[in-house]
């Protein structure tokens, strides 16, 4: 099991919608001024929030712990990511059966893809392979003890 801790961000009888905090390697480099991958980064700053079915008694801003199966995320990418590509190669080798023309094949296969990214989109809607698993508690902090073993 996957595990992210998240907050609560909005919540009724049902459902519960939490929001992840973005981490990235590039809040500790030492160039990330001077890189486009950072650039790109906090261009995108996108809030990752996900609706959960509410199956634990939470507060708004209560820090919650959700989970999502090896197995359940591996499907899941599989079929975003394999239904369009196919969809694109169909395409594009049916229209090149019936046209040379390199530019009409590419844009069939880009419509392709677009419509097997939008099926993918619309048929996401059953049941939420991501789980609400408990809230966070406090941190048990370990703290080294100065003398340890008797020594001095």
Request: charged fraction near 20%.
């Amino acid at each position: 099991m996957i595990e992210r801790e998240v907050e609560v961000v909005a919540l009724n009888d049902r459902y519960v919608q939490v929001e992840a905090k973005r981490t990235s390697a590039c809040q500790h480099c030492s160039v990330s001024n001077t890189c486009g991958t950072s650039a790109l980064d906090k261009w995108m700053n996108r809030k990752n929030r996900i609706i959960l079915p509410r199956t634990i008694d939470v507060q708004m801003g209560e820090k919650v712990m959700i989970g999502i199966d090896e197995v359940d995320l591996i499907r899941s990418s599989f079929v975003v990511y394999i239904i369009p590509v196919l969809l694109m190669l169909i395409a594009a080798v049916v229209v090149g059966n019936y046209t040379e023309s390199q530019g009409l094949i590419a844009v069939a296969g880009l419509i392709a893809l677009l419509t097997g990214f939008f099926i993918v989109r619309r048929s996401a809607g059953g049941d939420c392979p991501v789980l609400l698993l408990h809230k966070v508690t406090s941190r048990n902090l370990v703290t080294p003890t100065t003398n340890a073993g008797g020594m001095t």
